[in-house]
């Protein structure tokens, strides 16, 4: 199968975003060949999300993506303007403090972001353990990460990651 790049990018404030993020670069690394990049925002380049053929997006759940994400892509106008994301996978997390804080709001949000740059979503199919964790939409957690967490996000990346590489040999 044809090696993929996979950016793992986040923010996170208090951590289980983070541990999300972790998981899911697990995910990504089960994968024979793909190649991660794991970055926290403030670590991150534009040029990081060109040289990806898949991206795994995550913010904590502040009612919302972070203004410091939101933020991070405006600049990347640029990239939606030549269309150079258009095809690439993309996929999303996130984590907060309450089940019904606007978990599946902000996965939208970040959704959103990937499809106006012309990417293809990868979510999550159904599971007994979607019944304790995870969206159709991306891997999530609420107050703490659980193992049922941790399962849901290595899933994410490594479907991102497959579904990558399926691409690049197409």
Do not use: C
């Not at 040029?47 to 203004?67: C, F, R, V, Y």
């Amino acid at each position: 199968m044809a090696s993929a790049k996979v950016l793992v990018l986040f923010d996170s404030r208090g951590g289980l975003t983070e541990q999300l993020a972790e998981s899911i670069a697990e995910g990504v690394r089960s994968v024979p060949g793909a190649e991660l990049v794991y970055r926290r925002l403030d670590e991150a380049s534009q040029q990081e999300l060109k040289d990806a053929d898949a991206l795994i997006i995550g913010s904590p759940n502040w009612g919302g993506i972070t203004g410091k994400l939101k933020d991070w892509f405006d600049h990347s106008g640029e990239l939606w303007e030549t269309g150079e994301l258009a095809g690439k996978v993309g996929a999303a997390f996130t984590a907060g403090w309450s089940r019904s804080g606007g978990i599946e709001a902000t996965l939208l949000q970040l959704l959103h972001l990937l499809l106006s740059h012309g990417m293809i979503t990868v979510g999550l199919p159904w599971s007994d353990r979607m019944r304790l964790s995870g969206s159709y939409y991306g891997a999530t957690a609420h107050a703490e990460v659980t193992d049922d967490d941790r399962h849901q996000a290595r899933e994410l990346g490594r479907r991102t990651t497959e579904v990558a590489q399926r691409l690049r040999i197409g």
